[in-house]
């Protein structure tokens, strides 16, 4: 992929390799424009990226190489992805995706875009919480931190934003995974999406 964008005059690309036992590139480092990434897990590893300001990123992201899976893509709309290409996507098409992001737009699957719209009807219309609750079995207040989970916001920031110290925020959220019956913090969102979407 660096080779065909370097072919692009308007491209100028810098390359990151993971580093460190926790393998997580230094892309913070090189202070791009646009971020393209072939992992959804590293999209959700926010330290990567610059700070986020309100629900935008300085940097904006492009996911390649994906799966045509839409929990997975709800998922990368909700870290802040810009751009979601599916594996079969040819060069042509992921150059014209980065583009586009690079320009300020959004980039998707046009069958994609039928869910976007599902999902912002049943955010506005429905009221999930009875529902959800007796789904999932969360308690009220494992209800309240799902949305701070899906924005990407660690313990101690939904400790600050709540008033409860850190140790009870991991205590509930070690609940909130047995029992929705994964084992980690993306999982959580993307199973609570899908209840809200009925996928």
């Known amino acids: ?6 072919k ?11 580093h460190g036992s926790d393998g997580k590139p230094d892309i913070a480092l090189t202070k791009p424009r646009v971020v393209v990434l072939d992992s959804l897990h590293l999209l959700g590893e ?11 990123r300085h940097v904006k992201c492009v996911l390649v190489a994906m799966e045509d899976n839409q929990q997975s893509f709800l998922t990368a709309i909700r870290l802040g992805a810009l751009g979601y290409v599916l594996q079969d996507a040819s060069s042509a098409e992921v150059v014209t995706a980065i583009r586009a992001v690079a320009q300020g737009e959004a980039v ?3 069958r994609y875009v039928r869910l976007l719209y599902d999902y912002f009807i049943s955010r506005t219309t429905a009221k999930p919480s009875d529902r959800i609750r007796a789904q999932l079995g969360l308690t009220r207040r ?7 989970i ?23 959220i070690h609940r909130i ?3 929705v019956g994964v ?4 999982s959580v969102a993307e199973a609570f999406q899908a209840q809200t979407l009925g996928l």
């Open 177 to 179: 995974l047995r029992k």
């Open 8 to 18: 692009k005059s308007e491209f100028q690309v810098t390359t990151s390799q993971p």
């Open 46 to 56: 926010t330290s990567i990226l610059e700070p986020k300001q309100g629900n935008h």
């Open 1 to 6: 992929m660096a080779r065909i964008l370097s």
């Open 108 to 110: 998707c699957p046009s």
């Open 150 to 172: 899906e924005r990407g916001l660690t313990n101690k920031e939904i400790a600050g934003q709540l008033n409860l110290s850190e140790q009870t925020i991991k205590n509930h």
């Open 183 to 186: 084992e980690n913090r993306l």
């Open 142 to 148: 494992e209800q309240q931190l799902i949305p701070f």
